[in-house]
């Protein structure tokens, strides 16, 4: 009798079907119910209808907001059916995701009916929701903070590329209309703004790559000079050198500013015009405030990398060194050989991070001579960067789309450098593996 | 050989503080001199060390608001922060090996290459329709936008923690909270202290979140206040400096006798062992 049983029930579980469980979760809460697990199958059921009788209406709104961006000027204001729309997408999203979740869910769970597990009783069955779901809700209330302040915004400038947002086409006074790829085209197309565009985009790569580069290699060479055991005074040049990062970095520029400046600042009046008798117009040239923002950046930027080093170089061990003078390695050798790869194995991602400050380096650039000094027939400085200028096109220009399509190009350019270099680097490869 | 002292290095590089400290020396300098003065030579020593310049200074900014602001502003992001971030980097750490988790530690990290200024117009419009244009608004952007690079700091640092501590407490009776408070939370204080001195230095030197967020005159943080001068830079530095120096000299203090503490905090948190 007893074995009869367990037969029968053993066939029973064969004969429970996993596709049919998944099947009828498209009715969200059927194929749980369908797995004999009543109340969670009658919870999923109520929040999806729930969801979608309180939400359904701000959803089609929303979506049809998106695509019309407002019927009747200055009563509809685009920007309003703008937000909505992206907010909705957010929602429908969400809502995509516990949907697929919930079938896999269903379907999970019927599998392992299969194989003969046995469904858990209702404290049981909270008590391991509790455990699965407790990460999540950890991570829950950030994730979300990070949607609303990163996600949304991003999304908002996003669509607003794709729009004729500018001065004189602006909300609430007008409605605004989906012009496709125009303003992309615009900017390679458009000489005057293809030529903004190009000389701001090399100005930027070249102040990247000269500012970051400059700093790391200064903080590199004095790391190894300080770290030298025959030196005087260690601490307190180390202490020294460490300190351009304490200071607040806006206040510095500022200083900078001051003692730049072309009539009554210190390095033209105390130190340039008696030395050769002339002054530089360090903020009335282009090209003078472009070297000037690279040592003022490197200024600011080698006391980090060097903290950084100083404390690798610690860390290597000296039995390299010494297994590298039995075999009669020179200076440099040793340099090569175990001292840069010791410092570009510890600190690589954070080096990238350096480069990726310096792309999107806005204080300086603002504060220092505010993008200046300006250029006839475009509307970027002689030292705007791309976001500078993104800045002002936005806060000066009221040229919310340009602004936004160009935003997007550098967000393109960030996003790939970014995760190239990521991938390379190894110590980020160990990272991932987990 | 080893123990010879490296002059020429030596020297090289006490040369080279000097460099560094030029513009600290000059600020610091004309901050106690007069206009009269500074005219006359920007480099030489006040003959007479006045203090007039930092009296006018305070009341021209009104420091002490300011300061307090920004005392609030800070104090309250790095409890936040650290109470906060350790546990979504926990909760992430311990768990990248599920799908979910490793798409949402991907999506917390690539948040920290948004450049600022691009989400700035659509950040300001939300805040304000929310009401929250003031100090815990500010506080608020702070404790999540820092949220990205901390957990990057955070994850590397847990996955060092072996998972039996966790699994004997657990074992002992002790529940997923509690794991996390008695037993991680006290284990990562190396790391909430790097993250607690990052994000102070971050929230007490920040001029571009302020500037747009802060809606009204009585919010105003240190950094801001001093944009006062910069529209009057040509008439008078020596205010300016003087008022310089009062903001940044709070954080030099704290550089000064952490030094290191902060160093080591940095080494330890960033670099991979």
Redesign the interface.
């Known amino acids: 009798m007893a074995t009869n049983n367990k037969q029968t029930e053993a066939t029973e579980h064969k004969k429970h079907n996993p596709t049919l469980a998944a099947l009828l979760s498209i009715i969200p809460g059927l194929g749980q119910m369908y797995n004999k697990r009543f109340i969670k199958g009658s919870i999923i059921f109520i929040l999806f209808t729930a969801f979608l009788i309180t939400m359904f209406d701000f959803l089609s709104t929303g979506v049809t907001g998106l695509m019309t961006l407002g019927v009747e000027e200055r009563i509809d204001d685009s920007r309003v059916f703008l937000s909505e729309g992206i907010l909705s997408l957010i929602f429908i999203a969400f809502f995509i995701t516990f949907y697929v979740v919930n079938i896999l869910d269903a379907r999970n769970d019927a599998r392992k009916l299969q194989r003969g597990w046995k469904v858990p009783g209702m404290v049981e069955g909270f008590r391991n929701a509790w455990d699965t779901g407790f990460p999540y809700l950890l991570v829950g209330p950030g994730l979300i903070l990070l949607i609303f302040v990163v996600l949304f915004p991003l999304l908002f400038m996003g669509f607003l590329a794709f729009t004729n947002y500018s001065l004189y086409n602006a909300p609430p006074r007008a409605l605004l209309e989906w012009v496709g790829f125009k303003n992309f085209i615009d900017i390679f197309t458009v000489p005057a703004l293809r030529g903004t565009f190009i000389n701001v985009l090399s100005w930027t790569l070249i102040w990247t790559f000269l500012a970051t580069t400059l700093s790391i290699a200064l903080a590199m060479f004095l790391s190894i000079l300080v770290n030298d055991p025959r030196l005087k005074f260690k601490r307190l040049i180390r202490t020294v050198f460490i300190l351009p990062w304490a200071v607040p970095g806006f206040v510095t520029i500022i200083i900078f500013t001051a003692l730049f400046n072309d009539n009554f600042g210190a390095i033209n009046a105390d130190i340039i015009q008696p030395l050769f008798g002339t002054s530089i117009p360090w903020l009335t040239n282009a090209s003078w405030t472009k070297v000037a923002l690279i040592m003022i950046q490197v200024w600011l930027g080698f006391p980090f990398v060097f903290a950084l080093f100083t404390g690798v170089l610690q860390g290597i061990s000296s039995d390299w060194y010494e297994a590298a003078d039995m075999d009669g390695a020179t200076r440099w050798q040793k340099f090569t050989q175990i001292t840069f790869p010791h410092l570009m194995f510890a600190t690589g991602p954070l080096l990238i991070t350096q480069y990726t400050f310096n792309f999107n380096n806005f204080n300086i650039i603002y504060l220092f001579n505010g993008g200046g000094p300006p250029v006839r027939g475009q509307s970027a400085g002689g030292t705007d960067i791309l976001i500078s200028w993104i800045y002002n096109l936005t806060f000066t220009n009221s040229q919310y789309s340009l602004a936004a399509a160009i935003s997007i190009i550098l967000g393109i350019f960030v996003a790939t450098f970014a995760f190239f270099q990521f991938r390379r680097s190894s110590s980020f490869k160990e990272e991932g593996q987990y | 050989m ?6 020429i ?2 020297i ?3 040369l ?2 000097v460099f ?2 030029f ?2 020396f ?2 610091v300098i004309n901050a106690f001199k007069t206009p009269a003065e500074t ?1 006359q ?3 030489a020593l006040p003959s007479v060390w006045t203090f007039d310049n930092f009296k006018t200074a305070i009341e021209m900014t009104n420091f002490f608001n300011a300061f307090a602001n920004s005392a609030y502003v800070t104090f309250f992001t790095v409890i936040f922060t650290i109470l ?2 350790s ?2 980097a ?3 750490a ?4 599920r799908k ?2 490793k798409f ?1 530690y991907f ?2 990290v ?14 300001v ?2 805040m304000s329709a929310i009401g929250l244009m003031n100090l815990n608004g500010l506080i ?2 702070y404790v ?2 820092g ?1 990205a690079f901390n957990t990057f700091l955070y ?2 640092y847990v ?1 060092t923690i072996p998972k039996e501590l966790e699994e004997a407490a657990i074992v002992d009776g002790c529940s ?1 909270w509690g794991v996390f408070w008695r037993i991680i939370f006290p284990i990562l204080s190396p790391m909430n202290a790097t993250v607690g001195i990052l994000t102070a ?1 971050w929230a ?2 920040d ?2 979140l302020p500037l747009v967020i802060l809606s009204d005159q009585g919010d105003r943080t240190l ?1 801001l206040v ?1 944009y006062v ?2 529209s009057q ?2 008439t008078n ?1 020596n205010l ?2 003087a008022s ?1 120096l009062m ?2 000299l709070p ?2 203090v ?3 006798f952490l ?1 290191r503490r902060i ?2 905090g ?3 948190g ?4």
Request: aromatic share 16%.
């Open positions: 080893r123990n010879k002292t490296n002059y290095t030596t090289l590089l006490m080279g503080s560094i400290l513009p600290v000059i600020t005219a030579s920007i480099l906060s971030n546990l979504v926990y909760a992430i311990r768990n990248l090996h979910a988790f949402l999506y917390l690539s948040a920290m290459f948004v450049p600022f200024p691009i989400i700035m117009l659509p950040i419009k939300q608020i952007l999540v936008y949220l994850t590397g996955k997923k230095l007490w030197n001029f571009l950094p001093q001068f910069q830079f040509a530095y300016a400096f310089y903001a940044l954080m030099l704290v550089y000064l030094q160093i080591s940095v080494t330890q960033a670099i991979k062992s």
